[in-house]
């Protein structure tokens, strides 16, 4: 074999690795037709994270809730800090330095991203969006705690329709009834 063989097969076997690595860290959600549905509320103008990486390193980041206060206070991920949306103002942040580690979430990442949006904007270097939010950290059986901080099985599911993404079985659906 000549050194162009070689330098060929290295190639292939450096390109098949890139390609296998890509997917296993391809971001989704465990049900295919909650992901389609993420993934078209999505623009990916913020980065985003999964549930997985996001629970393995928890202690590193800043969890950021970009839900309203009931559905904060029914339950949220440990220790994150409830900024909500629909009167969010970016200086109720300015005790978090702008170089900190931040992910936001929300029912299942649109008004999250929203928020990252205006984090970015606004100086703020490595903001995350969770991908699923919190519908997806309780379909991967991740703890949730309420206003109290302790453990529950209750979700605020945002409306009826949206319940539906929540799949896990003995989750308590909470939600308020908007008049269409």
């Given at each position: 074999?000549?050194?162009?063989?070689?330098?060929?097969?290295?190639?292939?076997?450096?390109?098949?690795?890139?390609?296998?690595y890509?997917?296993?860290?391809?971001?989704?959600?465990?049900?295919?037709?909650?992901?389609?549905?993420?993934?078209?509320?999505?623009?990916?103008?913020?980065?985003?994270?999964?549930?997985?990486?996001?629970?393995?390193?928890?202690?590193?980041y800043?969890?950021?809730?970009?839900?309203?206060?009931?559905?904060?206070?029914?339950?949220?991920?440990e220790?994150?800090?409830?900024?909500?949306?629909?009167?969010?103002?970016?200086?109720?942040?300015?005790?978090?330095?702008?170089?900190?580690?931040?992910?936001?979430?929300?029912?299942?990442?649109?008004?999250?991203?929203?928020?990252?949006?205006v984090?970015?904007?606004?100086?703020?270097?490595?903001?995350?969006?969770?991908?699923?939010?919190?519908?997806?950290?309780?379909?991967?059986?991740?703890?949730?705690?309420?206003?109290?901080?302790?453990?529950?099985?209750?979700?605020?599911?945002?409306?009826?329709?949206?319940?539906?993404?929540?799949?896990?079985?003995?989750?308590?659906?909470?939600?308020?009834?908007?008049?269409?």
């Amino acid at each position: 074999m000549v050194l162009r063989d070689y330098c060929n097969i290295l190639f292939l076997l450096l390109w098949t690795f890139t390609i296998s690595y890509s997917q296993e860290t391809e971001v989704r959600c465990i049900n295919p037709q909650f992901d389609q549905l993420v993934d078209g509320y999505l623009d990916y103008s913020i980065p985003v994270i999964s549930v997985a990486d996001a629970y393995e390193s928890k202690d590193k980041y800043i969890f950021l809730d970009a839900r309203e206060l009931d559905e904060y206070n029914t339950s949220h991920i440990e220790q994150a800090t409830h900024i909500g949306y629909n009167n969010f103002e970016v200086n109720s942040l300015k005790m978090i330095p702008k170089h900190a580690q931040i992910i936001i979430y929300c029912s299942i990442g649109y008004r999250s991203e929203k928020i990252g949006e205006v984090l970015k904007n606004n100086g703020f270097e490595n903001v995350y969006n969770l991908y699923g939010s919190i519908f997806e950290w309780v379909n991967q059986h991740h703890p949730v705690y309420d206003f109290n901080g302790n453990s529950t099985f209750q979700l605020h599911t945002y409306n009826k329709k949206w319940s539906k993404w929540v799949e896990v079985e003995g989750v308590e659906k909470i939600w308020k009834d908007w008049k269409d």
